[in-house]
């Protein structure tokens, strides 16, 4: 079905280089001399005597049209073949359809210069049906079987000069190139051929109307497509118009970003993707390209240039996906190394002091308070919680000195008795506590050995455990009297 | 201060020797430098007193000195305050450099190095750049088919975070069944740091600290499958001096696809060494062309390390269930929105002189414009309560592209910031521009203007408006062997909409 289609495809093409390659209106009023010639070969004597001329020479005219009898007219006769990119000539021609017909030398030029019936010299340059009906071709002009497109044309880049790369500019795609499925499809449709016992490396259907050229022009991979290297080069085919490639339906899909690299084989690498894609193109997003990206070719001479990756972030990556993409980092971190190195994490895991904040929003340093009491991210992933904060809110007079029944409870003067109820904030955020205050601060009372001895532990402390694991901590409140349970 | 670590140093001269050594040059290269610079000032407190017979009732019934200070008086000679403190100048500049050379003599094998030095004017070093010198990763690197052998200063990265050691690492993966294992150990790096635990530097207030680096090791085991993407992961921290524990996590974290369109994403912490559940997360993700939503529930437990006390205070985890969705109304309009809610367990400490709101919530939403090819308008508003402090405004921003490597972005935003524990109510407006051009494909420059206006708000003497004009600049230059020299990330994606989390 789709072989058929191109066929049709290609066969209105080359009937577009036709008629574009020849005067689309018979400039000679073949009627109006009807009744004074009785054999095409009084004029065309070319058509049947090899090495004469085609066309009559300008003093044939003039027996008549000598200004007296008829009037003069201009004419010039035509020297040479059309150009075009028909494989004929007529006494060829002439010569295999009297051996293929075994018939004698009365085949007519009406026969395919005339319609069916039509009246003597009612003529057209040729008749296309005759052409078919000869040639069995059972259907449309550009419906032809693709195989059956050489029998009349050359493969494009045996055209003659005089098929000029502006007339190739002038040739129509066909409809079937509109297709959607055109795009991913047609690469079966150019596939070897067989006909009539001649082999064809590439199907005469793309041959006709293209040369390597124009395939490199999409073409990443054009030197592993042996069917594009069948194709011979020729300039003129730049001429045409550039193909409009749309990405392929599966990469709309919304995974697609996510999954796209996972179960493809070198196969479906080197002949799918690297159909479009440069190995480059990957680099646009993977900063680490996945070592299979290996088999994909480099841009260069003879292929090309690739589609031009549009990086993009996935839909999860919206403007607060930075405060909440542990999770998915943690669980899925081959995903994230598809388009990132960890160096990119430390730029904000690490924060660098000489630049303003990544992570942060401007002016962070006003806000960052209620970050941290409410923990909305952990700072401690980014920060040393002491050589950070305390730093910082040491050298800015934020810092207590253990006197905290003394002159540092005043910092809190937000709330008057926090000096003796701050239980609750301190077990809620005692990482921001932590900030400003070291242990030996809370020790001054916390402590069963040299404080007041108020116990700071909560509901289902874990003693036992903690003294199993790491009884020194133990030891810094209780001294030698650590209770047993 | 500008001192390397001793192991940062080892570290360095290895890697040096070992790529020396090799019969060959590296045949392949690829790094950045990177020169960043910014002047910044903060304005904190500065505690003071006056005599108890200094100060006097005000018309809000609370203390305040002669000089119109409100005081605190716990003491019974004295009364404390926090009068504004002086301007703090920080002008830190920091050149990082990341490298990764290969084709060192042997196939498969690669070096690694990202470095920084910090130099700062101003009155003190911003935080964080102390030491001067900091190796963050530094490592030897032999990647066969079915497995890798990782070996110097390098970082974990896995659901407890980044860990960094100095030690090695190795992974057997199987690509045809989706399978790897890793297993690591070394000596370990302060959270978040690099430099140990034992370092002056991640203790500047000079309280308990282990004796010597931790020893840190770890296991790991992972499925990569299209349907799902699983992790199982041991992890263990060690204080060489006593031989205990300082920390014993086991996690799972996976990401399931079951449907085209959907995927859910969870993971749990289980904390081995006190037997209770740590921070836990699940979260389902639907997505269609226009329309992308999430909904899920967090958990949030602060770690701390055995070594310190903290443990003891029996921090309480919060619960939350959060959403967000991100909507194309139309091909130039995109609407986001995000909610949060959390409450925290019963800490068993409310008494009559102290309790806290033990909620908190977060609404944003936002919308950007991309109407015109080269300009980008986003405005966003957000409301974030904790029990501590609040935060709420809006901001907006202009992006503009009028050349293709050069981009421009101005923004201004506007945001209250009041305290609970502390009487201040912060007002704070901005405006800015940031500039960057990518001059070629291997050097960017940038800088950044903005001008910030704040109004500390009490009803006492301590009030004071703050406001500067803050500067950076960076120039990154990249480079390498073959065809891969180019910028880290491609100029395309700071132009994108929904890009800001690069930009800010």
Redesign the interface.
Known sequence: MIRARLGIVAAFLAAGALLAAVVAVDPFPHEDHSKLFVRCQTCHVGATEPGKPLWPQAVDCAQCHDGTIEKEVPWEPRTGPLPSNLRFTHDAHRRAFVQEQKRDTTVTCSECHSAPGAKWMTVQREAMDNCFACHEVRTAHFDAPPGKCATCHVPFAEMPSGVTAERVATWKAPTSHESPDFQTEHGDLAAPIVVNGTSYEVSPACATCHAREYCVTCHVNAPEVPEIQALRPDPRSLAMKEPKIKAPASH????FLT?HG??LSKKDLTLKCGTCHTA?SC??CH?VPPQQVRVLA?AGPGRGTGATV????P????????D?H??????????CAGCH??????QC???????????????Y???H???S????T?C????????????????????SDGRF????????????????????????????C?SCH???D??VC?ASFGGRRFN???????AE??RK??????T??HANGIPSN | MTRPTGCATGVLVSLALATATTPAAAQGFRGSF?????S?A??????D?VPRSDVQPGTGGGLYSSTGY???C??ASYC???AP?PR?QYE???F?T?LTAWGLGTSGLSAHL?M?M?ANGG??P?????PAFQL??GYARYQHDWFMVQVGRQ?F???L??AGFDGGRATLHSTKLGLEATGYVGLGL??????GVNDV????????IPGERNLLAGVLV?L?T?PV???VQWQRQV?RT?D???S?FL?G???V?PL??F?L???LDYDL????VG?A?A?V?Y???RL?V?A?YKR?M???D???????????P?NGV?G?V?FTLLRWLRL?G?V?W?E?E???????????S?T?T?W?A?A?VTVLPRWTFDA?WMY????????AGG?ASIGWTPINPLVLRF?G?Y?N?P??????D?Y?T?A?VDVTLRATQQVAVGA?V?Y?N?NQNRPDASAFDWNQT?V?A?VTYAFSAG??D?L???D??KR?P?????E?
């Open positions: 709309e899909a919304p995974a999954t996972r179960k480059t680099e646009a900063q480099v549009d990086r993009k972030r839909a999860s990556h919206g403007k607060d996906f930075t909440g542990a999770t998915l980092a943690s669980g899925a971190p081959q995903t190195v960890q160096e990119q994490c430390l895991h690490r924060p660098n002091a000489g630049s303003q904040g990544r992570f942060h929003p401007a002016d340093i006003a806000r308070p209620v970050a009491y409410s923990r909305e952990s401690s992933d980014c920060h040393n919680p002491t050589q950070f904060c305390q730093t910082c809110h040491a050298q800015n007079g934020i810092v029944i003394g002159g540092q409870a005043a910092y809190h003067d937000g709330n008057p008795t926090f000096a003796v109820g701050h239980g609750p904030a301190a077990r809620q955020g005692l990482e921001s932590v070291a242990e030996k809370c020790m916390h700071p532990h909560g509901p289902n402390f874990p455990k903690l694991a790491n009884p020194q901590m133990c810094a409140c | 990177d020169l960043r610079g910014q910044v903060t304005r904190g407190w500065q505690l007193s409100a005081v605190t716990s003491s404390y305050y926090y403190g703090v830190p500049l920091v990082t990341d990202n920084r910090n009155d003190y911003l935080a964080g750049t102390v963050w990763e970082t990265t896995s659901r975070g980044f302060a959270r978040a740091s690099a430099v530097a991640t203790s500047p207030l000079g309280d308990f992972g990569n299209q993407e699983a992790r204080d006593t205990y524990l300082m014993d996690t974290s996976a990401v696809r085209p369109r995927a994403a969870g993971g060494a006190q037997g209770w921070s997360d979260e993700r997505s269609i062309p992308y999430t899920g949030y602060p770690r701390f055995l070594w310190s006390i903290w443990p003891a205070f029996s921090p309480v919060w959060q967000s991100q986001r995000r949060q959390y925290f019963d800490t068993g400490a409310e008494t009559a002189l102290g309790s806290a033990s908190g977060l944003a936002g950007t966003g974030d309560k904790s029990f501590g402090a609040a935060t901001d923004y935003a945001s910031r305290l609970v524990y502390r009487y201040d912060d704070v901005w800015g950044s903005v910030i704040q803050r950076s960076f065809g891969a180019r880290a990330v491609p395309a994606v994108m929904s890009s800001v989390g690069y800010r």
